[in-house]
């Protein structure tokens, strides 16, 4: 058996920021190296940031990325990092002869091995995924090998993400072509349950490819996506060896015993069949005997397990604070309603950022009850948050004053008030424009466009009406302070804000059951309708309703439909008409230093 | 040879409207019928429209697309229609066993032969397109077969779209299977320059197949989509038989000679080599003999070419009405400023929808310039708009006594004023709001964010502002009514809004030019940036000046950060967290009739 202590370097990048990823790159990759590390082995397109949309699609910029992979072998040798065995992502090119519908330039989700200052080897994804957040069949061309290396006498292979997932491709040549290990760089995204299908998955390749499996995956918030982390070693047999926190950066780093290659093994690439169609090449390559640093042995490490609630607030302090740090803001604006969606949200923009930064916004109307300032400025002194005061009865007269409107218009217009204010008070001071709807609310229409759905970041819109109870209480249950939450001295939020009538307070004596189901009820049937997306009859099938089943699908449908009525207001489209360019996430990569 | 006279129903579906899609193929049914066609073949997807996006990843969705097919032969021979061949495109199923990351159900873009009272003959897309607008491995899985069915003693084959543009696949196989016609229906939008690369294609495909070649198109407005017809017949030589006009519905008849197919052709599947990796299986029909109602021969046809500002204008109009009529407005709403954006922005919705039908909103600021106004009066009196007039200044001041703005902060709040106040006067009597925003602008992000960029539609976000001019020439100088121009009885824009300079009006003296570069030189290099996506140093290259190309580059990536700062308001995405569902077009197609 032969020794190898590999370092899991669960990193959080910035897309497009290919600087200030290499030199995180090389700051991990060291302490990695004083760890007494063998190999180091970072996420997915590390030195990109994952997704990097239609920014791949610029020539300019994959260029940029293969440059500064070469670049940065380089710079790990000069700065005493050579010996180190270095596996990351970035983006390649396939070199392929352009043609209708082929991604320009034909770009590569590729992973290259570094060493001694050189690239030692590259690969690519082979399997593409297409559904949910994915979009790669627009994006890149399918890789066609898979590299085994030697390190010390023992194989290592290299896969990437979604090869894990899919059957058939490099994974499932790697038992016929022999690796004592598989190191797997991902950017996975979080979805609620799903740490356990993963872990699952990954223990199950690592038996039928008969070896150790080391999968490394992304950490951070992304625009829309959060990365939860997770990096796993496990052994041929599946059972886990060293596990990672969720949602914080972390160097996991694990001893293995690797069985040591044939001498006999053949040295040269050679073709396997992939079953799926395709043909996989084999490319092996030799380091030369890689020579640790002295450091302690690894200590054991299976990160605790977080309950639910922890699992899900953690995401959601992640995804504020990446957003307002990646997007460059330094702090956030929201308004406070003394109900308890607002006061969830800003109580996860302090966790993230630290109350002094947080500003909100109290905008009582005509309409507002008294305990809708009261719980509000409860909420500010609870937490030492920024507040403002002001009325927009003046600003709602002034509008009635110029057009007439009944009912809902004026309900409308009083929301849309609010978001103007806020977004003139960010105009004018920088803030990020947070919005406070939940996901009951916005699935059913409850919500008014360019009101409070005006803002940059929605926190909770994923979030169910009885989860941002059940997420309040647990928060108001939690002492001290920890990566995702702030000592506020107390509980953070005032129990009327939790255990008051929902109101939207746009009309006298306005209560949501007017207008919506009971939450628990609806949230149950959101969950079947909008999750699953199950038909009518499946739903009633399923035990819900028929006549609720009748009604929530029509304010859903109804709300879609609006909102594709009026969509995002224009977006640039390259050729003139028919075509759709994404917009390219250019906030950390400039054509231009200008 | 065989005679054989073909109808192609160049139609307007509506997405998800099984129903009026259905009772429009039998219609259009009728009417080639009527003409003594043998065959008659609708777009890709008729029955349901294209395209349908996520909810054809709803389960009942393509069930009740199924039903409605089969249901269509039925009825098609009930009402005296099952003599004529009918071609028509919907969405199947494959039947394949789920796994990670196949579209759910597995569905197929499909297209079927329905021939007295049955479904004689199914096929599907081979060539999935997964680029520009096109998200089709998201949502289909690919056919693998070709069919040719006989009628009348001539070989007719089928294949959709796609399969036309690439290589390999069913299209490939055709000259080896033998057929004497092939017929493919397509949803092919709009690009400006699209229409002879098309027919180039097309040529090149008959010849190659050696046989006729008749391509039908989808024509009408879908949400951003544009499709424009354009269908056309060839010759095995590639020479043009027939062909359609643009931007209309037409039942194109076009008469042709087949050659007999032998007598000792295969009639049993058979496989042939794809010449993309895959298989093609030729499955074999044989129509009992079809014998068409007496008819007049169909007179020669080939539709007169239109100049570009005909086009480009007659797109613009189709765009305006269709998103008016299949989204169940019966008017719009805009904002006046005299200026030639909201002047030409009006101009096509008068023409879409007759000015009867259109309400214009005069919002003068304490910024505006006399002309503004008297501009605007001219432009509603030259076509007959309806106009208010709302004065902005008691809003605007209301929102300065609550809160303190300088400069652009002060400059977005009237354009926000101004945006609430048409969103109220929508949200109250029922309009769309038009945005009037032109590419130049939101390219480079001269706009403000829930204030001109608010509202369902915006007919001129893809006209660059020198286009803007040209068209709005052109425009004034034609005379008469026609498909896409009302009669307003003399030029229909003010020649002052035309030729005074931009200004926004948003502070004193303001001038586009003092924010912008002039627009000549920004449209080309915006259309060398946006629409080619070249790198600065590929600018430069291509004779741009290098500092308008670091100033350029640096206002639209500013812009596109922006937008991607403030992104459309939430999104209800299934899967907590991590998993995007884009939003199914739900407007014509309900879970439940309630």
Redesign the interface.
Known sequence: MVHLRIALAQTNPTVGDLTGNAAKLVEWTRRAADRGAHLVVFPEMFLTGYPVEDLV?????VEASIAALEELAVRLAEEGLGEIAVVAGYVGRAGLAP??????GAPLDAAALLHRGAVVARTAKH?L?????F?E??YFVRGDRLPIFRLNGADVAIAVC?DL???GGPVSVVAQAGAGLLVVPNAS????D?GDVRLDLVARRAREAGCALAYVNQVGGQ????FDGDSVVVGPDGAPVARAARFVEELLVADVEVPAAGQDAPQGPSAFDAHD??TITVERATLGEVRPREAPPAPPRLADRLDEPAE?YS?LVLGVRDYVAK?GFRSVILGLSGGIDSALTATIAADAIGPERVHVVLMPSRHSSEHSVSDARDLVERQGLQDRL???E??V???E??????G??AE??QA??R???L???S??HGH??L?T?N?SE??TGYST??GD????Y?PI??VPKTTVWRLSRWRNEQRGAGDFLHDFGGPPIPPNSIEKEPSAELRPGQRDIDSLPAYDLLDRLLDDY?????????LIAAGHDAEL???V??L??V???K???????????????????R?????RW???T?
């Open positions: 699609l610029r020539t300019s910029f043609r209708v519908g082929q991604p320009k399997h995924p297409n559904y949910g957040v979009d069949y627009r979604e997932w899919q059957e995204p979080y979805e609620k799903k625009d829309e996506l959060i169609g395709t899900v995401a997007n002001v009325p927009i003046g600003i007269n002034a509008f004053k110029e057009i007439q409107l009944s809902l218009s409308n217009l849309r008030v978001g103007m204010l977004m003139s008070l105009n004018e990020l424009v919005t709807g996901k916005l699935a466009l360019y759905s005006a803002g940059g929605a819109k994923d909008v999750e699953r997306d199950m038909g009518a009859a499946e089943v009748a009604r699908i029509r859903v449908d709300a879609e439909y909102r594709r009525q009026y969509p995002p207001g224009p977006k640039i489209t390259p050729k003139n008409f028919g075509r759709d360019r917009l390219p996430i250019t906030n400039r054509e231009t200008a």
